[in-house]
């Protein structure tokens, strides 16, 4: 078998899964879940499960991922996983509770 077929049905084992993550991400009908994890005065949070509704063909882990909203830091999304071939992501929403209140303060500011 020759170099050019070799690379040929690597190529095309790549489109098709290009084609079908396109594919995939066009007909997302997401459904978004959360429940209330741990709560103080300072932070809470939101153990969220999104499902996608079919599996994407992509494996995706974010072990802390930082917030901002109108350039203030409001919370941190962690241990978010996606699995190959799986249709939902896990992950933990901790949001500041001072900082998601004061945030439409501050933009109003002049």
Request: negative net charge.
């Amino acid at each position: 078998m020759g170099v050019g077929k070799i690379l040929g049905a690597i190529g095309l084992i790549v489109f098709l899964w290009v084609a079908y993550l396109g594919y995939a991400l066009i007909t997302l009908t997401p459904q978004i879940r959360a429940e209330w994890g741990y709560v103080d005065e300072n932070t809470m949070e939101l153990e969220t499960t999104v499902y996608f509704g079919k599996p994407l063909p992509v494996s995706i882990a974010i072990d802390e991922a930082d917030l901002y909203l109108a350039g203030v830091k409001v919370g941190t999304l962690k241990d978010l996983k996606v699995g190959f071939l799986d249709d939902s992501a896990r992950g933990v929403l901790v949001l500041k509770n001072r900082e998601i209140t004061l945030v439409p303060i501050r933009s109003l500011e002049l």
